[in-house]
């Protein structure tokens, strides 16, 4: 059974930093791409940051592009979402998510329908 567990999230005020994690297991973690979306409070869930199988490239919604950086630790099964300067319209349910499509660009992937693999989400509150 495939899991994927978020971490990280909470209150933090603007201009503020947070780092959040997600956990998988149940799946041969160095053979999915992963890729963090959000979903504010009335909006559509939208994409944040994805990164291929070994880290080698890595893709950003330009909303973020310049504050987040997306990481991986194949070892640990784990991927990172280091956020900074967070503004107030950051605050949402961050999932993360797991994708193995067998052609891809890893533009591809800011698309949550190559994703196979969900969270339960982390909220993040920015307060300004």
């Known amino acids: 059974q495939v899991q994927l567990g978020e971490s990280g999230g909470g209150l933090v005020q603007a201009g503020g930093s947070l780092r959040l994690s997600c956990a998988a297991s149940?799946?041969?973690?160095?053979?999915?791409?992963m890729g963090w979306f959000r979903q504010g409070p009335g909006k559509e869930r939208e994409f944040v940051a994805t990164?291929?199988?070994?880290?080698?490239?890595?893709h950003y919604s330009d909303s973020v592009k310049g504050r987040f950086a997306i990481s991986r630790d194949n070892w640990k099964n784990t991927v990172y979402l280091q956020m900074s300067n967070l503004k107030p319209e950051d605050t949402a349910l961050y999932y993360c998510a797991a994708g193995s499509p067998t052609q891809w660009t890893i533009e591809d992937m800011s698309v949550a329908s190559q994703y196979d693999y969900w969270g339960q989400g982390t909220q993040v509150t920015v307060s300004s």
């Open positions: 990164i291929s199988h070994s880290a080698i490239v890595s």
């Open positions: 149940g799946l041969t973690f160095g053979q999915y791409i």
